[in-house]
């Protein structure tokens, strides 16, 4: 009897097995997607137009004056255009007054962004002024996306406390509607805010207070007074150099420009990169020389900023342009360039690479600096004017704004429709008449400049020769010189 009852009750759970069994295990869920890497370099290819949105400090046409020198030199070959889109006194709703004149017209490919520095209102954070810049800054980005342009956000640049302190002594004039308590640290709290906009926005980010702020904090453990921001908010050229560093730096594009020569193989002198280095010949062991294909120029800029180039070792990481040879015998030779010589060096400095963007006596580094002095003449002569006639564009906007609501009212239209009737038909009369055909003349020198340069960046092969010298007369140097420090005004 027990075992009937057993065997049955094992035929039912047979039975009703089918519906028990457990559903298929749902699939786990996948892995959130990794954001795409930020693409490396600017990637700019013929036609690609590029325009710096800013306020005064753009304005200064000193950044993006060395930023256009780099590019300029970096893809001689590459027409890229180039917008200084800066206006002293800035404000990220000003930029977005003046978007469909001066901004939307250029179509840019790639749009870099600098505001921050007046829109905190040089005081301790307020949210209610917080809040209008990232309301202004939001909606220029929204602008920006709307052109399908690729989009660089850079943070504020740093507010020297000290260096104002400094000056405000000496002239308490220039305090005049500041009362900056803590205003560097409002700037890095507007800059991380625009790192995060960035970030969802799928924007790159560009750091330039952190560089600003860890140089002077450096340089002030040599010299008490330095500071690259002599008025505690424009950076003077050396700090704008820096600013360009980073902006090419944060972004991928910086690198060398050569780094090839020759090497003693089976009792022979070959090429070590056959495609940028040909002709070589010379005496094995003992000297030689080759033609070298240069592709591009070093990045070599105005005088005014040789501080800011050596803190950022701009050279060095930036536009290296080293020459090799690896099988000289023990000894000190001349390397020469187009029969120029250009520093003596033993065997093995030249085995390692012999370095030489920085020396003056290269005929690449000549001929950079001649790019880089058309191109401060073209940004002094036809770029500075153009945004100072911008920002009589602001100011007369603003007037015919203001006067809209003071003029008195045309018969039959109340007073506040005709003032705004009459300010404006003045404002768009002076912009058809004045502003258009000024800045169509401005751009036109600029033209005109920009061919030169280009001409001018034509790289060239050169002829290198190692030949044997005299030691130095001196120890080559092992580090660079110590910079002397700037002092606040």
């Known amino acids: 009897m027990r075992l009937t009852l057993a065997l049955c009750a094992l035929l039912g759970m047979a039975l009703v097995a089918p519906a028990q069994e457990k559903k298929p295990a749902a699939p786990a869920p996948k892995p959130a997607a990794k954001p795409a890497p930020a693409p490396k370099g600017w990637g700019l290819k013929d036609g690609d137009r590029v325009i710096f949105i800013g306020d005064s400090i753009t304005h200064q046409c000193l950044y993006t004056q060395y930023v256009e020198d780099y590019f300029f030199t970096r893809y001689p070959s590459v027409n890229i255009k180039f917008r200084n889109a800066g206006i002293s006194g800035d404000r990220a709703q000003d930029a977005l007054d003046r978007f469909d004149d001066d901004i ?47 989009v660089i956000l850079m943070s504020p640049t740093m507010f020297d406390h000290q260096a104002f302190e400094q000056m405000v002594a000496k002239d308490p004039a220039k305090s005049k509607n500041k009362d900056p308590q803590n205003y560097n640290g409002v700037l890095a709290y507007y800059g991380k805010w625009v790192q995060e906009t960035a970030r969802k926005r799928g924007y790159s980010f560009v750091d330039l ?17 330095f500071t690259l921001i002599a008025d505690a908010i424009h950076p003077g050229p050396d700090g704008q150099l820096i600013m360009a560093y980073e902006l090419l730096k944060q972004t991928g594009e910086l690198g060398g420009i050569f780094g090839s ?43 005014e900023a040789a501080l800011g180039y050596k803190l950022s070792r701009a050279g060095h990481t930036g536009t290296q342009e080293s020459h090799i040879v690896v099988g000289l015998n023990a000894g000190y030779y001349s390397l020469r360039i187009n029969g120029q010589d250009v520093g003596r060096f033993d065997e093995r400095g030249l085995a390692v690479h012999a370095e030489i963007e920085e020396n003056p006596n290269s005929p690449t580094h000549q001929q950079a600096l001649k790019v880089a002095e058309l191109n401060k003449q073209r940004n002094a002569e036809a770029i500075n004017p ?32 005709a003032g705004k009737v009459n300010s404006m038909e003045a404002f768009n009369a002076w912009r058809e008449n004045e502003l258009k055909p000024k800045e169509a003349e401005l751009l036109k020198k600029a033209e005109a400049f920009e061919a030169q340069i280009r001409q001018a960046a034509q790289p060239q092969p050169v002829k290198v020769e190692d030949i044997p010298a005299a030691a130095p007369a001196k120890p080559m140097p092992k580090a660079a010189a110590k910079p002397t420090a700037k002092k606040a005004a």
């Open 104 to 150: 939307a017209p250029f179509k840019p490919t790639v749009a870099t962004v600098l505001l921050g520095m007046n829109d905190g209102s040089y005081r301790d954070f307020d949210p209610a002024i917080f809040k209008t810049y990232a309301d202004g800054m939001t909606k220029l980005c929204d602008r920006l996306d709307a052109l399908k342009c690729r």
């Open 209 to 225: 207070y952190g560089p600003l702020n860890t140089l002077t904090t450096q340089g002030r453990r040599e010299d008490p007074n």
């Open 261 to 303: 020569g020759a090497k003693l193989a089976d009792g022979q002198w070959k090429a070590i990169n056959p495609g940028l280095v040909t002709d070589v010949k010379g005496e094995p062991g003992k000297s030689v020389s080759y033609t070298a294909t240069i592709k591009s120029l070093p990045w070599i800029v105005p005088a």
């Open 386 to 417: 153009l945004r100072g006639l911008y920002g009589q564009r602001k100011g007369k906007l603003r007037a015919a704004r203001e006067a809209a609501n003071q003029a008195p009212a045309k018969e039959g239209q109340p007073a506040a429709a």
